[in-house]
């Protein structure tokens, strides 16, 4: 089954920098990658996602890159803000199939 | 307001005594699933349903139990706690499947059960 790992497990960055979320899955199969953003005391809620077939995404300050071949992908946030302070989850799975096997998640913390 | 409703938000029982978590979303999503979240694990599923009377076992069904009567509401059962099912809990529901590119997740509030 799909296995996924997520880097680092705590992120601390200045306020304007950018940050890099880093994950791997195991089954190359796997062609369907969402990030899910958690602030504190809320729900997961869908920020960005990605299909094998489209090598890089962007959404204003975010963006999500795949790289198949090392079964790798990572999310982006450029010129951070307070708000962006959360946990963030990334996932993988075969579209259609009806389990999202998530990271661990990471902590991003954006000093100001 | 689209939404998923889990009930109680809170809950503190004892070993043994047996409780339902409630979920209800009011999206008519076909696809509703039960996540647990704990520190260092992210989330991890427990159970999922694709549609009324259609129900499967995720990465961590031991000790629960699900049922889907009706498209609307998916509760989560827990016959006999133990104190290593205190948790963090969350229903989730989506029109296409954990999976679908433009059918996200939708998550409820989250229940924080905690098992003494």
């Known amino acids: 089954g799909e296995n996924v790992e997520q880097h680092p497990s705590t992120l601390s960055v200045q306020e304007g920098d950018s940050a890099v979320i880093k994950c791997t899955y195991s089954?190359?199969?796997?062609?369907?990658f969402p990030w899910y953003k958690q602030e504190l005391g809320k729900r997961p809620q869908l920020i960005i996602d990605?299909?094998?077939?489209?090598g890089e995404k962007k959404d204003q300050r975010i963006a999500v890159t795949l790289n198949k071949t090392a079964k790798h992908f990572s999310l982006h946030i450029t010129e951070t803000q307070p708000e962006d302070s959360a946990v963030y989850f990334c996932?993988?799975?075969?579209?259609?199939?009806?389990?999202?096997?998530f990271g661990q998640g990471t902590r991003l913390t954006i000093n100001p | 307001e689209a939404q998923v409703t889990q009930n109680p938000r809170y809950l503190i029982t004892v070993t043994g005594k047996k409780l339902t978590v409630t979920c209800s979303q009011n999206?008519?999503?076909?696809?509703m699933s039960w996540y647990r979240q704990d520190p260092g694990l992210g989330l991890r599923q427990i159970y999922y349903?694709?549609?009324?009377?259609?129900?499967d076992k995720g990465d961590v069904p031991e000790g629960y139990k699900v049922s889907r009567k009706e498209k609307r509401n998916f509760p989560l059962i827990l016959e006999s706690p133990s104190p290593n099912q205190t948790s963090l809990y969350f229903c989730?529901?989506?029109?296409?499947?954990?999976?679908?590119?433009?059918?996200?997740?939708?998550f409820g509030n989250g229940t924080r059960l905690t098992v003494t």
């Open positions: 990605i299909r094998s077939n489209v």
């Open positions: 989730a529901s989506s029109l296409g499947g954990a999976s679908s590119y433009n059918s996200p997740l939708h």
């Open positions: 349903s694709m549609n009324v009377e259609v129900t």
């Open positions: 999206m008519n999503h076909e696809y």
């Open positions: 996932a993988a799975t075969v579209a259609g199939a009806q389990k999202l096997v």
């Open positions: 089954d190359s199969a796997s062609n369907y």
